[in-house]
């Protein structure tokens, strides 16, 4: 039973997989666009998805005429869509690569996504690379901090939404920041790899992360728990602390340029 139940998983995935990719077929005719890459962001590539949870599929595009870029009407530079459970979102490359330059971190994260709907074998990896050894410390501290204070003011101090999946999404942000803060590096995008390699301080902490993210796999992840003293106790330290990572900014960007001419440049010929 339990094979044939894997295997239904499994065929379902597929199933899912290729109607995104369908989507993203039609997308690309309807709006007269390549997409350079697509791939999968938010819980399911962080590990930590239930069976309900939805697909949030992020991909960056480039228009086919290059005189598109050239109107004095600029063209939307975001395309925004849903399909049942997908919710899908694209930016045009300019738009992208600009984020990219301000280390936002939810645009490193689509790079560093391992779930890929589809990929030119060169842009991903190349911007990847780049901002690996570019970005802003800082930046990447202070969001996933951010992302911590948030969920914890809003959704757990006041009690307001207890639920397995809130905790969590603190608890990532807190052990992302040390990460940054600790290796000065962009952290893993699996919540796991990350927790394994950032020091707590304390492995109570990260015992109950890892019992905590089983149970939300398992469809616990909305409902409503009791607090979670040990990690509201630890929260409110790190919350507390003033300690962060230098500010470097992305002051030569020329790389990064000349691959998006050269992209324009390249389809123009096609």
């Known amino acids: 039973m339990l094979k044939d139940g894997k295997e239904q998983i499994i065929g379902a995935i597929k199933m899912e997989t290729a109607n995104i990719k369908k989507e993203l077929i039609k997308i690309e005719k309807e709006k007269n666009i390549c997409i350079l890459f697509a791939v999968e962001t938010g819980s399911r590539v962080w590990r930590m998805e239930s069976s309900n949870s939805d697909y949030d599929i992020r991909f960056v595009y480039m228009r086919l005429d290059a005189k598109d870029y050239l109107r004095?009407?600029?063209?939307?530079?975001?395309?925004?869509?849903t399909i049942e459970d997908a919710d899908i979102l694209g930016f045009d490359i300019f738009k992208f690569c600009k984020l990219l330059l301000n280390s936002n971190p939810s645009v490193i994260e689509w790079l560093e996504s391992d779930i890929i709907y589809v990929d030119d074998n060169e842009t991903k990896e190349k911007l990847r690379k780049f901002i690996n050894k570019k970005f802003n410390p800082i930046a990447l501290y202070h969001h996933y901090k951010s992302m911590c204070k948030q969920n914890y003011l809003k959704y757990l101090k006041t009690s307001v939404c207890m639920t397995h999946k809130k905790y969590l999404y603190c608890m990532r942000g807190l052990v992302n920041a040390k990460y940054v803060?600790?290796?000065?590096?962009?952290?893993?995008?699996t919540f796991e790899d990350s927790l394994k390699l950032?020091?707590?301080?304390?492995?109570?902490?990260?015992?109950?992360?890892?019992?905590?993210i089983e149970l939300k796999k398992t469809g616990?992840?909305?409902?409503?728990?009791?607090?979670?003293?040990?990690?509201?106790?630890?929260?409110?330290?790190?919350l507390e602390t003033e300690e962060q990572p230098e500010s470097r900014r992305i002051i030569d960007y020329k790389e990064v340029q000349e691959y998006i001419w050269k992209l324009i440049l390249d389809c123009e010929d096609m």
């Open 198 to 212: 950032t020091y707590l301080g304390n492995q109570d902490v990260k015992k109950k992360i890892l019992e905590v």
């Open 181 to 189: 803060l600790l290796h000065d590096q962009v952290p893993p995008i």
């Open 72 to 81: 004095l009407g600029k063209l939307p530079d975001v395309i925004d869509t």
């Open 220 to 238: 616990f992840e909305e409902v409503r728990v009791s607090k979670i003293h040990l990690f509201e106790k630890y929260i409110e330290g790190f």
